[in-house]
């Protein structure tokens, strides 16, 4: 399967930003679309992004023109900049890979990154 390395997640105060960053060691597998999605407390986990290898790009309401999600195919490696945070996006934030190959095909998450938002 393919595993997931996070980073980038921590406190920052309202209207900051914070970069996360997601690493896929994909083999033999090709990695399709890659995403974050996030879970506060007691909530559902929710889609924040999505990229396709292609580039093709999907945002929650919530993050459109705050969160930027880009992608860099060479390194199997998922960015997602967030840009005027607020408290409310407060939550831990999932890498997310969709993969095939050898027949396969899956999704792997990574462990998640706290990111907290300070009023």
């Known amino acids: 399967q393919v595993q997931l390395v996070e980073s980038g997640g921590g406190l920052v105060q309202a209207g900051g930003s914070l970069r996360l960053s997601c690493a896929a060691s994909?083999?033999?597998?090709?990695?399709?679309?890659m995403g974050w999605y996030n879970q506060a407390p007691g909530n559902q986990r929710e889609l924040v992004a999505v990229?396709?290898?292609?580039?093709?790009?999907n945002y929650a309401d919530s993050v459109k023109g705050r969160f930027t999600i880009s992608r860099d195919n060479a390194k199997n490696t998922v960015y997602l900049q967030m840009n005027s945070l607020k408290p409310e996006d407060t939550a831990v934030y999932y890498c997310?890979?969709?993969?095939?190959?050898?027949?396969?095909?899956?999704?792997?998450w990574g462990q998640g990154t706290q990111v907290t938002v300070s009023s």
């Open positions: 997310n890979a969709v993969y095939e190959g050898r027949g396969e095909r899956g999704s792997s």
């Open positions: 990229i396709s290898s292609g580039g093709m790009t």
């Open positions: 994909a083999s033999i597998f090709k990695v399709t679309v």
